[in-house]
Each structure stands twice: as structure tokens, then as C-alpha cells.
């Protein structure tokens, strides 16, 4: 299995940028992606950003261009650097990992809230 802890998370201001951890733990060799959620106040859970093995990244449409996903290999770690935010990035983010044969884990979140 796959253990998932973020932390980062603040109050910020409009305009801010923040950065976000995700440190992976378990059986961290069978992880085939990673990747950033969100879920604002009274919505669904939507897609922020996805890193796989190799490398490729993936973005939401709403952040491209202020947010960059990254990894450390050698810390076990996913990073969401998040800059020019704004009050609609006000959510709990969680933190995502595909590993094995369709298997799922997901961090306990945390929450970002950007005052305008």
C-alpha cells in the first residue's frame, strides 16, 4: 500500500503563491502517477495537476501557466508549486497516487485559502 501526507497548505493573499508537499511512504516502487486535487466549498473534487514515472505533467486548463508539479525522487515527495493565486484556488487540496493495477490512495488534504 500507499501512504500519503501533505502539508503546505496556508491563508494567503491574492497575488501570493504557496507550495505544497506530498510525501509519499509504502510501497512507493509500484507508483505509477501522482498527482494534485481539489475540492472548493460545496463542489466536487476536480483535477489540478498529475506527474507521472517518467515524467510527463498534466494541468488543469484553470491553472496553467501558475501552478508547476514536480517531484523529488530522492525524497519520496510531489511538489505543487502554486503562484498568482487566486480566491477561486480557495479549496482542500489532496494529494493522489496511482500505483499497482488500479489502485488509489489519497492524503488527508489540506487547506488553501487565498483572500482577495
Known amino acids: 500500500q500507499v501512504q500519503l501526507v501533505e502539508s503546505g497548505g496556508d491563508l494567503v493573499q491574492a497575488g501570493g503563491s504557496l507550495r505544497l508537499s506530498c510525501a509519499a511512504s509504502g510501497s512507493i516502487f509500484s507508483i505509477n502517477a501522482m498527482g494534485w486535487y481539489r475540492q472548493p466549498p460545496g463542489k466536487q473534487r476536480e483535477l489540478v495537476a498529475t506527474i507521472t514515472s517518467g515524467g510527463s505533467t498534466m494541468y488543469a486548463d484553470s491553472v496553467k501557466g501558475r501552478f508547476t508539479i514536480s517531484r523529488d525522487n530522492a525524497k519520496n515527495t510531489v511538489y505543487l508549486q502554486m503562484n498568482s493565486l487566486k480566491p477561486e484556488d480557495t479549496a482542500v487540496y489532496y494529494c493522489?497516487?496511482?500505483?499497482?493495477?488500479?489502485?488509489?490512495?489519497w492524503g488527508q488534504g489540506t487547506q488553501v485559502t487565498v483572500s482577495s
Open positions: 493522489n497516487a496511482q500505483y499497482s493495477v488500479n489502485r488509489s490512495a
